[in-house]
């Protein structure tokens, strides 16, 4: 086919599109705050969300998620006074935050499920993780290792409800380059702020108190704030559900939905590969975040020769201080997609900031390894999160695809933490050689980003990731043909088999992840 009849076939398939799915290209406002009223209904409700309700769903979202990133930060920045109190050792420490990773492994894939099919679970959740945050909160009052144990599995319960029906949520009103990412930088963004500022105050309220525990009171008092602004999302979702009949993708003409009218577990097993090539990035790069996140207050201590109230705030800036790059980031990607170069400079930046903290251990070194860690970081989960949806061919099960992506790093942190305790307690509490494990994760980042950005030239399926806004929204036609050829023939049955020895694996790396928590459990870490 000539360029010229591919780009007459491409203006027909928009047309085609654009008659599909009629809604999708009507405006949502008229730019004076009145809403433009639908051409078509369904049920007596509008089949076009005003911006104005989208923009209040984010806002809402975001309070929720605030609350949640702070109670995040707070118990990597009290790893050393943690060890202290409750006299525990690093493989214990260990075992303490594996729990929670331990349960999320057990049952994310059925929340996620679970999610796109009945949509968001987000107010039992946040219910479920106060208690949870209480009975911590607890246990550090009465100094009790195991009782702080069972408080994190408490709250890890209610974790897993709220990780996926969030990022559900914007999927459901938000297409891949027509909003998604910049409304996922958005609330990154503002969570960063919220990890910072709970990092950050953890062992300054631990001093001023006298008490660390008043550090977890304090992480309750923001989770009944969370409670609040759910239980207003609540009743607001349930508004939009009366007036509103939903969105559609504009690209592809796909209906945007956030529950299902059954569950769809033969699409949550057909997942394509492009999807697996994403979270294996992720393997990588985000178990090489979280596992360096929680340890970098105490290497901050021991590197730079400071107190715990200090290196708390060195650390806090390493991770979060990137927060105005990633809404912007998110922006980027909108707009310009390369969603595989993205994940290059990420990866590069991740590997040098752990190269540096590995063979750099001046406190010069260990300095540019936090700033560049900043940089880095601010990198992934927004284009990780927005690669994950973007290669997906159905928005329904999105909730089960992003409960994939926990699955894997959950199962990676526990493996990690549990070796990295034991390696830090054989060599007399240093991170000298626990760091060179970060750098073998940080290089297997670079090593896959750099065949996903080869392969990006040649294959659709994967470069598509590459896209722009006005590429996206001239081949949509294109996305629907190869996900018709993924379903059918010879292709088809190929592309399942790849999924189905991914799911597998995935399935081997829970198992592995499993054993070697109880190992930590039965060799006497939890005594």
Same mark, same amino acid.
């Given at each position: 086919?000539?360029?010229?009849? +591919?780009?007459?076939?491409?203006?027909?398939?928009?047309?085609?599109?654009?008659?599909?799915?009629?809604?999708?290209?009507?405006?949502?406002?008229?730019?004076?705050?009145? =809403?433009?009223?639908?051409?078509?209904?369904?049920?007596?409700? =509008?089949?076009?969300?005003?911006?104005?309700?989208?923009?209040?769903?984010?806002?809402?979202?975001?309070? $929720?998620?605030?609350?949640?990133?702070?109670? /995040?930060?707070?118990?990597?920045?009290?790893?050393?006074?943690?060890?202290?109190?409750?006299?525990?050792?690093?493989?214990?420490?260990?075992?303490?935050?594996?729990?929670?990773?331990?349960?999320?492994?057990?049952?994310?894939?059925?929340?996620?499920?679970?999610?796109?099919?009945?949509?968001?679970?987000?107010?039992?959740?946040?219910?479920?993780?106060?208690?949870?945050?209480?009975?911590?909160? %607890?246990?550090?009052?009465?100094?009790?290792?195991?009782?702080?144990?069972?408080?994190?599995?408490?709250?890890?319960?209610?974790?897993?409800?709220? +990780?996926?029906?969030?990022?559900?949520?914007?999927?459901?009103?938000?297409?891949?380059?027509?909003?998604?990412?910049?409304?996922?930088?958005?609330?990154?963004?503002?969570?960063?702020?919220?990890?910072?500022?709970?990092?950050?105050?953890?062992?300054?309220?631990?001093?001023?108190?006298?008490?660390?525990?008043?550090?977890?009171?304090?992480?309750?008092?923001?989770?009944?704030?969370?409670?609040?602004?759910?239980?207003?999302?609540? &009743?607001?979702?349930?508004?939009?559900?009366?007036?509103?009949?939903?969105?559609?993708?504009?690209?592809?003409?796909?209906?945007?939905?956030?529950?299902?009218?059954?569950?769809?577990?033969?699409?949550?097993?057909?997942?394509?590969?492009?999807?697996?090539?994403?979270?294996?990035?992720?393997? &990588?790069?985000?178990?090489?975040?979280?596992?360096?996140?929680?340890?970098?207050?105490?290497?901050?201590?021991?590197?730079?020769?400071?107190?715990?109230?200090?290196?708390?705030?060195?650390?806090?800036?390493? +991770?979060?201080?990137?927060? &105005?790059?990633?809404?912007?980031?998110?922006?980027?990607?909108?707009?310009?997609?390369?969603?595989?170069?993205?994940?290059?400079?990420?990866?590069?930046?991740?590997?040098?900031?752990?190269?540096?903290?590995?063979?750099? /251990?001046?406190?010069?070194?260990?300095?540019? /390894? &936090?700033?560049?860690?900043?940089? %880095?970081?601010?990198?992934?989960?927004?284009?990780? $999160?927005? #690669?994950?949806?973007?290669?997906?061919?159905?928005?329904?099960?999105?909730?089960?695809?992003?409960?994939?992506?926990?699955?894997?790093?959950? @199962?990676?942190?526990?493996?990690? *933490?549990?070796?990295?305790?034991?390696?830090?307690?054989?060599?007399?509490? =240093?991170?000298?050689?626990?760091?060179?494990?970060?750098?073998?994760?940080?290089?297997? @980042?670079?090593?896959?980003?750099?065949?996903?950005?080869?392969?990006?030239?040649?294959?659709?399926?994967?470069? *598509?990731?590459?896209?722009?806004?006005?590429?996206?929204?001239?081949?949509?036609?294109?996305?629907?043909?190869?996900?018709?050829?993924?379903?059918?023939?010879?292709? #088809?049955? *190929?592309?399942?088999?790849?999924?189905?020895?991914?799911?597998?694996?995935?399935?081997?790396?829970?198992?592995?992840?499993?054993?070697?928590?109880?190992?930590?459990?039965?060799?006497?870490?939890?005594?």
């Amino acid at each position: 086919m000539s360029s010229a009849d +591919q780009e007459r076939a491409d203006r027909d398939g928009a047309r085609e599109r654009k008659d599909a799915v009629g809604v999708a290209a009507v405006p949502a406002d008229d730019g004076s705050g009145a =809403s433009v009223r639908s051409a078509r209904s369904e049920g007596g409700r =509008s089949m076009v969300v005003p911006l104005r309700m989208k923009i209040v769903s984010i806002l809402m979202v975001t309070a $929720i998620g605030f609350g949640s990133h702070w109670s /995040s930060g707070v118990t990597g920045a009290m790893k050393s006074t943690l060890k202290k109190q409750l006299h525990i050792n690093n493989a214990q420490y260990s075992v303490l935050e594996a729990s929670e990773d331990f349960m999320v492994t057990a049952l994310i894939l059925v929340s996620g499920a679970v999610t796109d099919r009945i949509g968001g679970a987000m107010l039992w959740g946040n219910a479920i993780f106060s208690v949870g945050a209480i009975l911590i909160a %607890a246990a550090t009052t009465v100094r009790s290792y195991k009782f702080m144990i069972f408080g994190i599995i408490v709250q890890s319960l209610g974790d897993i409800a709220t +990780q996926v029906a969030q990022y559900k949520v914007f999927s459901s009103w938000f297409a891949p380059s027509n909003g998604f990412a910049s409304t996922l930088g958005f609330e990154l963004g503002i969570g960063k702020i919220g990890s910072f500022v709970g990092k950050a105050t953890a062992n300054v309220i631990a001093k001023k108190t006298g008490d660390f525990s008043w550090v977890y009171w304090t992480a309750v008092f923001m989770n009944l704030f969370t409670n609040v602004a759910t239980l207003a999302f609540w &009743f607001f979702t349930r508004w939009c559900d009366r007036h509103y009949s939903g969105t559609a993708d504009p690209a592809t003409g796909e209906k945007l939905t956030e529950k299902n009218k059954r569950f769809e577990f033969g699409k949550m097993l057909r997942l394509p590969w492009p999807f697996w090539c994403v979270i294996l990035f992720s393997l &990588f790069q985000t178990s090489t975040a979280i596992v360096f996140s929680q340890n970098a207050t105490e290497l901050a201590e021991q590197r730079f020769n400071i107190d715990a109230v200090t290196a708390g705030w060195y650390s806090a800036m390493s +991770q979060y201080l990137g927060f &105005f790059l990633v809404p912007l980031i998110g922006i980027f990607v909108d707009l310009l997609g390369n969603r595989l170069t993205l994940m290059l400079v990420c990866g590069l930046g991740m590997l040098l900031s752990m190269c540096l903290a590995a063979w750099g /251990s001046t406190v010069g070194g260990t300095a540019a /390894s &936090f700033g560049i860690y900043a940089f %880095a970081l601010a990198f992934g989960p927004t284009v990780i $999160i927005d #690669g994950i949806r973007t290669s997906m061919w159905y928005q329904e099960v999105f909730g089960s695809g992003y409960a994939v992506k926990i699955a894997v790093n959950n @199962s990676m942190n526990i493996i990690v *933490r549990i070796v990295t305790g034991v390696i830090q307690d054989r060599d007399n509490n =240093s991170y000298d050689n626990v760091v060179v494990v970060y750098v073998i994760l940080a290089a297997g @980042s670079v090593v896959v980003s750099v065949v996903l950005f080869a392969l990006g030239f040649f294959s659709v399926d994967l470069g *598509r990731l590459q896209w722009t806004k006005k590429q996206r929204l001239r081949k949509g036609n294109l996305i629907n043909e190869r996900r018709e050829k993924f379903e059918s023939g010879e292709e #088809g049955a *190929r592309n399942r088999r790849v999924s189905m020895g991914f799911f597998v694996f995935l399935l081997f790396l829970m198992a592995g992840a499993w054993a070697a928590y109880f190992w930590g459990v039965a060799t006497g870490n939890n005594d």
